[in-house]
T-cell receptor
């Protein structure tokens, strides 16, 4: 799996959009970008995944650059419940082994 | 479905004792994973099963750790003998390995403290 790099921490004001970057410059053509988050004391939770097109679901949007070397997870209207550690993972489609890095600790400020 | 169910939620044991962690995956899922999380090492994959067969146990730290999946609805992770450095939160996750994307669902974890 390609290595991913994320900032260790970020703050965002409640109600604003939270933009979480991820660098995956060595990603290969068959690797998807997956995002999970872990709220304190809970197990990780799947958010979204994508290959090269932008994706949106009820939780978030995923923007992947044209060269696929980086991506941004967008939480459009952050709430206090979005405070969590967010993990960006690159993995081959159907590869079940999720290799978690250190993630970004996102704090939503009231 | 109630999701992935792990038991116990908390376990405190003395060094040298045997510890057994249990997991019930989501019904219909055919892959099961055991992870360990510590402050120092983050989330580490220990072992995963597909159709009850261990596929990759390269993350199992040493022979004191063993995992079984006797059927599609139950798995155990055993540590014998336990040591203080085994203290961590252990997560079980399950997914459906088919032709599509495999979203993993995690349990609430078992917090193990070895004293």
């Amino acid at each position: 799996d390609a290595k991913t790099t994320q900032p260790p921490s970020m703050d965002c004001a409640e109600g604003r959009a939270a933009n979480l970057p991820c660098n995956h410059s060595t990603i290969s053509g068959n690797e998807y970008v997956y995002w999970y988050r872990q709220i304190h004391s809970q197990g990780p939770q799947y958010i979204i995944h994508g290959l090269k097109n932008n994706e949106t679901n009820e939780m978030a949007s995923l923007i992947i650059t044209e060269d696929r070397k980086s991506s941004t997870l967008i939480l459009p209207h952050a709430t206090l419940r979005d405070t969590a550690v967010y993990y960006c993972i690159a993995g081959a489609f159907g590869n079940e082994k999720l290799t978690f890095g250190t993630g970004t600790r996102l704090t939503i400020i009231p | 479905d109630a999701g992935v169910i792990q038991s116990p939620r908390h376990e405190v044991t003395e060094m040298g004792q045997e510890v057994t962690l249990r997991c019930k995956p989501i019904s219909g899922h055919n892959s099961l994973f055991w992870y360990r999380q510590t402050m120092m090492r983050g989330l580490e994959l220990l072992i995963y099963f597909n159709n009850n067969v261990p596929i990759d146990d390269s993350g199992m730290p040493e022979d004191r750790f063993s995992a079984k999946m006797p059927n599609a609805s139950f798995s155990t992770l055993k540590i014998q003998p336990s040591e203080p450095r085994d203290s961590a939160v252990y997560f079980c996750a399950s997914s459906y390995r088919g032709r599509g994307h495999t979203e993993a669902f995690f349990g609430q974890g078992t917090r193990l403290t070895v004293v």
